[in-house]
Structures are given as C-alpha cells and as structure tokens.
C-alpha cells in the first residue's frame, strides 16, 4: 500500500538551533500534505496544511516564522522549527492527501527533543 | 466549525469480548466523512474504518464495524472478539467531502480513547 516516510524518526537538538523533519510520499503524489504535533496521551493537533508549490496554510495560533513549513515537489513536504526551545519538544506527525479525495496516509512520526 | 467529541478518554476491555468506542461530531455540512484510525504504541496511525456520509449502510471491516447515525450525528465503533492487538488509542475523525467550502481534505479529530484489551 501507499507509504509516507518521515525522517529523522528521532532528533535531539540544542536550544536556539533549527531541526528540518521531512515528509515523502513514496509512491504516490500527494496534492496537499498535513503537518501536527502531538503531545503524550491527547490528540493530533494540526498545524499547518501544505500545497506544493504554495504558501502553507497555518492554524490559529501556530506561529508561521517558527515552523516554516515549505512543499516543494508532489512527494516532499518539510518542517523547519527554527530556533528551538524545549517547549517545542513533542512528537511530530506529517501526513499526505492522495488526489483529492478522502484517502489519508500518515508518517511514522518524529520526536523531537530539545535540550 | 466542525467538531468532534468522544466522551470516552479510557476504556478496557476482556480478550474476545465485544467494546463499542462512543463519537459524536457537530456540523452543518451534508456531504462528509467519517473515519476512525487507530495509533498503537508505536504511534503509527493506521486506518481502521471509514464511512462516507451518504451512505446509510454502516462499513464494516471484519472485526470492526460503525453504527453511523447521522441524525443524531453520532459514529460509534464496535470492536468484536477483541484482540491484545487492538490495545491502541482509537480517534475518531471528520473529513469535509470534496465540493464543500474551503475543503483541503483537513482532518478533525476527537480526543481520542485508550483502549486496552486484557488477557
């Protein structure tokens, strides 16, 4: 079946230094791609929604200089989250929209730890 | 807006028993979808049903099946004969379907439930 890949699974990184997460689709084109965070035992909090080749699309509250999301091709979407802080410390999911319709494949998932 | 509410932050269940996992979700839209996925401990997301809105007949997928309400805007999991592999945090989710304003094919999500299954 269709495969999203997210990498690094794990990254730890020091205070004030930046962590890019990837997001691939592997075998199919993703036309809008998804960003969340999720913190231990709640819900997948959306972030940011992802077009290629267009600005992302950021929730209330997100802030968009912090986690600089960029799309560039039909099967790559990366999460940028400059000058980390320990509070940016969670786990990260990305996930892809096949077409346009309503089928949804997620990533592994990425840790982050900042320290 | 849309939301989604499961009421249900944990729940257990015996080895080859029958649980049901409560949803329920406020919209104004008529054409959507409905999802549950599931996310063990390896926190992979992983489908587990889906029901597109239109349909009346509840889906089913071998051990699991949905009783759809959409009246009363309620989506509800029924997980038979229970297996330790379906110890995992369920989420129900709404989808807007294609044609909808401002659809992006964005998922809302519940809370989620805990579920663990015991031997």
């Known amino acids: 079946g269709a495969v999203v890949s997210q990498h690094p699974s794990r990254v730890i990184c020091k205070s004030g230094t930046s962590v890019k997460i990837e997001c691939r689709s592997l075998?199919?084109?993703?036309?809008?791609m998804f960003w969340y965070r999720q913190f231990p035992k709640q819900s997948l909090m959306l972030m940011a929604t992802?077009?290629?080749?267009?600005?992302?699309?950021?929730e209330q509250g997100v802030e968009k200089d912090k986690f600089l999301i960029n799309h560039a091709s039909l099967t790559l979407s990366t999460l940028t989250v400059t000058s980390a802080h320990p509070e940016d410390s969670s786990f990260y999911i990305c996930?892809?929209?096949?077409?346009?319709?309503?089928?949804?494949?997620f990533g592994e998932g990425s840790w982050l730890t900042v320290v | 807006a849309q939301t989604v509410t499961q009421s249900q932050p944990e729940m257990s269940v015996q080895e080859a028993e029958t649980v049901t996992l409560s949803c329920t979700y406020d919209?104004?839209?008529?054409?959507?979808?409905l999802f549950w996925y599931k996310q063990p401990p390896s926190r992979q997301m992983i489908l587990v049903i889906r029901?597109?809105?239109?349909?009346?007949q509840n889906a089913t997928e071998n051990r699991f099946s949905v009783n759809f309400q959409k009246a009363a805007k309620s989506f509800s999991l029924k997980i038979s004969d229970s297996q330790l592999g379906d110890t995992a945090m369920y989420f129900c989710?709404?989808?807007?379907?294609?044609?909808?304003?401002?659809?992006?094919?964005?998922?809302?999500f519940g809370q989620g439930t805990t579920l663990q299954v015991k031997p």
């Open positions: 075998d199919f084109q993703a036309t809008t």
């Open positions: 989710a709404f989808m807007k379907q294609r044609g909808g304003s401002g659809n992006t094919g964005k998922l809302i």
């Open positions: 029901q597109e809105a239109y349909k009346q």
């Open positions: 996930s892809a929209r096949v077409g346009w319709g309503n089928t949804i494949y």
């Open positions: 919209t104004s839209e008529n054409n959507y979808y």
């Open positions: 992802s077009n290629e080749g267009s600005k992302a699309t950021y």
